[in-house]
């Protein structure tokens, strides 16, 4: 069984510009979250849905931060405008019902 | 709003030797309790989760719940180097919503 897939690996931008970032859950899944994992911390949920619905997406900077998940698949998490505060490694993760399995991750480096 | 604290920050130890690390959270009504290992550049992997006051052992890793003292602790016996990594502990406060709480993870490394 093929695990939860996050593309791009590793994006290096300048502040002020748009990324995106793609992930694909394990098959079957209908719990789908987003986390933010700063340089020596743990990760902090953005957002997660169920289905293609959002559940709660309170911790999401909502002026430059969005996430998608359109057909209750895949989803895609994108910044505008991006700032040197964003650097982190972005990690995915899927779940049916209560265990929760995890992405390799995206990390952002912004300058 | 919920808290998990991770000590220590880092810790060394001797290949073989036990190695110890704590978590402590705030909320004693919380439902689940997980420890991951990150290696680096790499995603998080569960080593055991537990939910009952107690011992739950999953290979060399062991981890100790205690809701009084609001403490949750993993032991790992004999570890090798690739043991090394970042551990994280996570709380689930509410197991209807599945949303886990991180600790800032301590770093631990193994020598041979």
């Known amino acids: 069984e093929a695990g939860v897939t996050q593309s791009p690996r590793y994006a290096v931008l300048q502040e002020g510009q748009a990324v995106s970032f793609w992930c694909d859950p394990i098959s079957g899944h209908d719990t789908l979250y987003w986390y933010q994992q700063p340089r020596d911390q743990g990760p902090q949920l953005l957002v997660y849905f169920r289905d293609e619905a959002v559940i709660d997406n309170s911790q999401l900077p909502s002026d430059r931060f969005s996430a998608v998940r359109p057909k209750g698949t895949n989803s895609t998490l994108k910044i505008q405008s991006a700032k040197q505060g964003d650097t982190a490694t972005y990690l995915c993760?899927?779940?049916?019902?209560?265990?929760?399995?995890f992405g390799p991750g995206t990390r952002l480096t912004v300058l | 709003q919920q808290k998990v604290q991770q000590s220590p920050e880092s810790l060394t130890v001797s290949e073989g030797a036990m190695a110890s690390l704590n978590c402590t959270f705030s909320?004693?009504?919380?439902?689940?309790f997980r420890w991951y290992r990150q290696h680096s550049g790499k995603g998080l992997e569960v080593l055991v989760s537990i939910f009952s006051d107690g011992e739950k052992e999953e290979g060399s890793f062991t981890a100790h719940l205690n809701r009084a003292s609001l403490h949750v602790f993993l032991h790992i016996r004999e570890p090798q180097p690739s043991d090394s990594a970042l551990y994280l502990c996570a709380v689930i406060y509410n197991t209807n919503t599945g949303k886990l709480t991180f600790g800032d993870g301590t770093v631990l490394t193994v020598k041979p």
């Open positions: 993760a899927s779940s049916f019902r209560y265990e929760q399995y």
């Open positions: 909320d004693r009504s919380s439902d689940n």
